[in-house]
Structures are given as C-alpha cells and as structure tokens.
C-alpha cells in the first residue's frame, strides 16, 4: 500500500509537470523556469524529567528518554511566466523523535516527521504534502493580487515570523514556530487571495481539512477553515520589522465539554518581529481563542530575542532564546504551560548548519502534580 500511495504521488508530479511543458523540460529556456530545493534535516532529543519520575514511568518512559528522526523535504517550482507559479512538495522521513510521546502539551520537534507523512490527514495520501497553482495580478506598480489555489499549506501564509517560525533553522518546539492557538490546518485542499499595497498586505484562505472525529474511534471529521490577516511593513530609525493580525474559524464540527454537540474554534492572534540594527531581532506573539470547544489552551504569550553570529565575528551563526506563556483553558483541569527554549546555529558550509537546542518545559495542572523537565537536542540541517 505504501509503494502504491508513493507511485501516485510521483505520477502527480510528473503528470503535472507535462502538462505545463513538461515534454520539452530539457529545453533551455524551460529550464531557467524550473527549480528544485532539497532539504535534509537529521535531528536527536534527549528528555529528562525534573518533577516526579513515576509520570513518566507511567508512560513506559522511565527517568529519560532519547529518540532520533530524519527528514527529507523535495520542492518543485516551475514558473512558466512571471506570473504563473506550480509548485510540489515531497516529504519522507524516519522516525518519530519525541513528537508523539506525550510527554507535555506542547510538541518538542514541530517538524513533519515519520507519522505525519503517512495517511495526511486521513485522505489516505502519503509523503505529498502540497500542489498548487498560483498567478499573480498585476493591478499597479505598487498593487499586487495573488490567488493560489491545490493542496495548500496555511503556516506558508499565515503568521509568519522573521526570528521563530522555521523549525529547521530556527527554534524546535511547536510554540515558537507557530502560534498553536491558531489551529492552522496544513496540506489540505485550499484557496489563498493575498493582496498588497506598498507596506499593507491582506490575506483571506480557506481550507477544507479532517480533524480525528470525536464520536467515532479511529475516523476523521471534515470541516472547514477560514483565516483572514493584515499585515503591515514597520519601518522606523530602529530597523524594520513586520506586524501582522490574524483571525479564524471553523465549521461546528470539534466536541463541546460534554461531548453532545459541535462547536466551532475561533481565535485571534497577532505576530512582531523587529530588527534592531545589524544583529539584534525582537519577536513577539499573542493570541486567545475561544473555549465552547475542547481545548488546552486559550491564551498564549511568547517573546525573544534573535543574535546574529556578527557579535562573535561569525555572520552566519545565529543564536535564539525564547519564552513562552499559555493560560489553561478553565475545564481542561491545566492551569498553564511555560516553555524557555534557547538555540546556537553555526554554519559550516554554504549549505549545511548544526544547531544545539535546549527547552525547559512545565505543565502546572489544577488537580495533579506539575510536568516539568528538560529537553536536549542536537540538529543537523543540509540545504541546497
């Protein structure tokens, strides 16, 4: 079944490559329109608890854990005019690192990793994570309206962030690399219009995704997405920097706290980011979302602080070290999440960089003792 799911994968990207010129790609001028991007990222996270030990023996874990993945991402673009973009995204990947060992509310390693590649989203696809067709009008020197269009991915879009938004460069856990309260869906069938004008910039997207159906063990729910955000261009004496509001909701279709109805999620969030001369960056986020719904959490602060490698005579290292904050939501029974997470990336080869990143991570619960430990991790990343 695997090698089935792989070939229609691989069938897709060729079929959509032919039919957009594909037969002549050798050609030269077709090939100054094509590109192909490769990334491979080898990661390795050692957990060790600090609060009581027989929670994570309880979780067959014991006084510490250690698990390793590796990722190979494949991006095809092929641009045949300037205002006609296809592109492909392929992803395979061994193991699973700590994703999914539910050692707090919040993920250590936001990468896709070994079981996000597998079934996406219950549509039975495996390692295609995106095909999408986009054009660009252009409406005046300084007005621009896009609209893309396939299998999509909303994190492209949506809360962008210049210091804590790549998990392959930049910080590991799921909380600097995106706002969570923002359930962004990802590789799903979707629609984005963004328009721009100078500095402002709007974007609206929908996305129809699968959510693990809470009446039925093992099935998936439909439901739809809808995000909109402004974002504006900051440029002052400081530097420059970003600002951007996001907002969404969904169908009624994720359980209520008694589990007898549907109810839809909706949330607000906003993202900073600053530069401040040549090597310090600020960032910040926020967000609330509502809570009819069964949710963790429904309040989220996080903030920090990017170094560029010029401070020690390295301009292509980069240090990271980042706070995070999130208030319980009140039936839940967690009082709140704290994660301090901090990252050196240096680079060794005009293609490759090696990261050391270290988390501290805390689960404060109403009724149970606290979760808490430290996480250790070590990144290797090839890109070209």
Not at 90 to 110: C, D, H, M, Q, R
Request: a negative charge; hydrophobic letters at 35%; one cysteine or more.
């Amino acid at each position: 079944m695997v090698k089935k799911r792989f070939g229609l994968s691989l069938a897709f990207l060729f079929a959509l490559f032919f039919l957009c010129g594909g037969g002549l790609l050798w050609a030269y001028d077709l090939l100054d329109k094509f590109s192909v991007e490769v990334s491979v990222v080898g990661s390795y996270q050692h957990a060790k608890p600090d609060s009581d030990p027989a929670y994570f023996q309880n979780l067959g874990i014991g006084d510490s854990l250690g698990r390793g993945s590796a990722v190979l991402d494949l991006g095809f673009n092929f641009h045949p005019t300037e205002r006609d973009q296809f592109g492909v995204t392929l992803s395979f990947a061994g193991g699973n690192g700590l994703k999914y060992t539910e050692l707090f509310t919040i993920v250590p390693n936001a990468d896709d990793l070994e079981s996000d590649l597998k079934d996406i989203n219950g549509r039975k696809r495996d390692y295609l994570l995106e095909a999408w067709y986009s054009h660009t009008f252009k409406l005046r020197e300084d007005i621009g309206l896009s609209a893309t269009f396939g299998i999509i991915d909303s994190t492209s879009y949506l809360d962008n962030n210049e210091y804590s938004n790549d998990e392959t460069t930049q910080f590991m856990n799921e909380v600097f690399v995106n706002n969570p309260l923002l359930n962004l869906p990802s590789y799903d069938i979707g629609g984005l219009l963004e328009f721009t004008w100078g500095d402002l910039s709007l974007k609206a997207i929908y996305m129809g995704s699968k959510t693990e159906d809470w009446g039925v063990q093992n099935d998936f729910r439909s439901y739809g997405y809808w995000g909109m955000e402004a974002g504006y261009k900051i440029k002052d004496p400081l530097g420059e920097g970003n600002f951007r509001l996001t907002g969404f909701t969904t169908t009624k279709d994720f359980p209520n706290w008694e589990g007898d109805r549907g109810e839809a999620l909706r949330g607000i969030g906003i993202s900073l980011d600053h530069r401040l001369g040549e090597i310090l960056g600020l960032f910040f986020r926020a967000g609330w979302q509502d809570h009819k719904a069964q949710i963790i959490h429904k309040k989220l602060f996080s903030g920090g602080i990017s170094i560029n490698g010029k401070l020690w005579g390295r301009e292509d290292d980069t240090m990271g070290l980042g706070y995070a904050f999130l208030d319980g939501a009140s039936r839940s029974g967690l009082d709140s999440t704290e994660a301090l997470e901090g990252y050196v990336r240096f680079k060794l080869t005009d293609f490759s960089h090696l990261s050391f990143d270290i988390q501290y991570l805390k689960d404060k619960y109403i009724d149970l003792p606290k979760v808490d430990g430290m996480v250790y991790g070590i990144r290797f990343t090839v890109e070209f």
